[in-house]
């Protein structure tokens, strides 16, 4: 690996990615895989991808994504080089302690709600600043519908409950999703939704959530499809309120809702939280499910099929 020697400490294996670890630095390269989203063997992908991520990361956590590095093959070898005689890339981290996540603080019950509502100011504080530097890039998005955007959003989340069979029944992954389909139809705050309250999306669960010493990090936060990238503002939110809901209690969901509408100078529509948490609790299920947290994972789904009863 390039500015290297040795083997490394450890190296982690993602789906998508291999992270390799060498002291307190650690190299992020995606492998040549073809997935759902993309085709990371393209090189015009793979260029853009890789950018992106890391526009994504370095706003969302720039103590932690420092720098997008090029390299060339030299051989059998990667050497670092110019972006413009590169042929590939690499993400240069520093490595994070996990014990710091907001899953883990919240599995030891060790936050209270002034961490969630500085963690809520500063999403805000770094999503807004996202979406002034990729909107142009992204207009396309912004100028969709919601009702539009969510429907293809919706046939998303369908399609990652179907990655978990043996958990969640095919019908009821279907009967769940056309009934919130329905309610984005139907619904006339999905019609008239300004789209001046559309951010940058991020992934930020409460495991890519960080916080230590009253800094936050949001780790991992670029959404791989495209069409994922912008949200609802109040989308954000609901991932990691929802988590707490769960996990810990409403009165914690709460405040980072009223933290929330201060912060945005909004007020949300109870039957839009609602929707918005049955949608954060079905991306949870599944992941726990994947992950082992078999408890965890039957709490996310049995809080989504209690919620969905709430947009009725």
Same mark, same amino acid.
Do not use: C, W
């Given at each position: 690996m390039a500015g290297?020697?040795?083997? *490394?400490?450890?190296?982690?294996?993602?789906?998508?990615? /291999?992270?390799?670890?060498?002291g307190e630095d650690v190299y992020k390269v995606y492998k040549y895989n073809k997935t759902f989203f993309g085709d990371f063997s393209d090189d015009r992908f793979r260029h853009e991808f890789y950018h992106n991520d890391f526009t994504w990361n370095n706003t969302m956590a720039p103590d932690i994504y420092l720098e997008l590095r090029y390299v060339k093959i030299d051989g059998d070898t990667f050497v670092e080089t110019t972006h413009d005689m590169s042929e590939d890339y690499f993400i240069l981290m520093k490595k994070i302690d996990d014990s710091q996540t907001l899953f883990n603080l919240i599995k030891n019950k060790n936050f209270n709600i002034a961490n969630l509502e500085l963690i809520t100011t500063e999403m805000f504080t770094r999503t807004e600043r996202l979406t002034d530097i990729k909107k142009v890039d992204m207009q396309d998005l912004f100028d969709m519908s919601y009702v539009d955007l969510d429907l293809q959003n919706l046939e998303g989340t369908r399609e990652w409950l179907y990655m978990a069979p043996d958990f969640i029944p095919k019908f009821e992954a279907d009967t769940i999703i056309d009934t919130l389909k329905n309610f984005v139809s139907d619904y006339q705050y999905f019609k008239e939704f300004d789209g001046t309250h559309y951010l940058a999306s991020i992934d930020n669960h409460s495991g890519n959530i960080l916080f230590s010493d009253n800094t936050v990090s949001f780790i991992d936060s670029m959404p791989p499809m495209r069409i994922w990238r912008i949200q609802n503002d109040a989308y954000s939110i609901s991932r990691p309120a929802t988590d707490l809901e769960v996990l810990a209690g409403k009165n914690y969901a709460d405040a980072m809702f009223l /933290?929330?509408?201060?912060?945005?100078?909004?007020?949300?529509? *109870?039957?839009?939280?609602? +929707?918005?948490?049955?949608?954060?609790?079905?991306?949870?299920? *599944? +992941?726990?499910?994947?992950?082992?947290?078999?408890e965890n994972a039957q709490k996310f789904w049995d809080f989504a099929k209690t919620k969905v009863l709430e947009l009725k």
């Open positions: 290297t020697s040795g083997r *490394p400490d450890r190296v982690i294996e993602t789906l998508i990615s /291999k992270l390799y670890f060498f /933290k929330f509408e201060q912060v945005r100078n909004t007020k949300l529509d *109870p039957k839009v939280r609602a +929707y918005l948490q049955v949608v954060a609790a079905l991306i949870q299920a *599944p +992941y726990m499910h994947v992950l082992k947290e078999t």
